[in-house]
């Protein structure tokens, strides 16, 4: 029977459920470092055609999961939760700053996205059918929230953790949207309030929480 066969959602784009679900079986430690790729071999493991096998290991090669080489194809190059705990850990404090710093700046408009984005997600029930819609709603939520900050250099640090594992989190762990959905809240209470100190505070928890859960979920599956 094959067990990496996609299932068929709907509404998630078919180059999204393929590098989701690669993405899950690299950080769950179904590839040792190193180990090769082929193309041809999990086009065919997981039903679909070459083109969107390749533009999800382009995807993955951008968040340090694969590294594509000339002549040899995609090598994986897992992350480990030593990674993860230094990513998570890094974006807890610059992000808490960088909220912090933020909110005195934000606008009425601002705050107007900021309650539409929560809306939108507080609509999703938490199946996978959701998840994709989810991961950019909340991007683009956690962006609008640190957007009144100027400084450029925190700003630019957070944008390169981004660039990795972060964004994706959502597609690898269960509850994620009942799990932020009340952490969210808070933080547009806190920012519409004036509250700083618990605005980083929650947003550092937020944050941390995820971590423990991504990590709590490679150990599970690597024991």
């Given amino acids: ?37 082929m193309q041809e071999e999990w086009a065919k493991k997981l039903g679909v055609s070459r083109m969107p096998l390749r533009e999800a290991l382009r995807q993955l090669e951008m968040e340090g999961l694969v590294h594509i080489e000339p002549r040899r194809g995609a090598i994986v190059t897992p992350i ?10 890094l974006r807890a404090l610059l992000e808490g700053e960088a909220v912090e710093q933020s909110f005195r700046f934000l606008t009425e408009e601002d705050f107007e996205d900021l309650e539409e984005l929560y809306t939108k997600m507080s609509r999703l029930h938490g199946d996978d ?9 909340n991007e683009k939520f956690h962006r609008v929230l640190m957007g009144g900050c100027s400084w450029r250099r925190i700003k630019g640090f957070i944008e390169t953790l981004w660039k990795g594992i972060p964004s994706y989190t959502p597609s690898l762990l269960a509850n994620t949207i009942d799990e932020g959905r009340k952490e969210h809240y808070l933080m547009l209470e806190y920012a519409r309030h004036g509250n700083g100190e618990e605005l980083r505070k929650v947003t550092e928890k937020h944050i941390l929480r995820t971590r423990d859960n991504l990590i709590n979920m490679m150990k599970n599956n690597r024991d």
Avoid at 129 to 137: A, C, P, R, S, V
């Fill in 80 to 89: 480990s939760i030593e990674d993860i705990e230094e990513i998570y850990r």
């Fill in 1 to 37: 029977m094959n067990t990496y066969k996609l299932p068929d959602y709907d509404r998630m784009t078919l180059q999204f459920k393929v590098t989701t679900r690669l993405r899950e079986l690299i950080l769950k430690g179904e590839f040792k470092m190193g180990e090769r790729l």
């Fill in 129 to 137: 059918n959701d998840i994709e819609e989810y991961m950019d709603l």
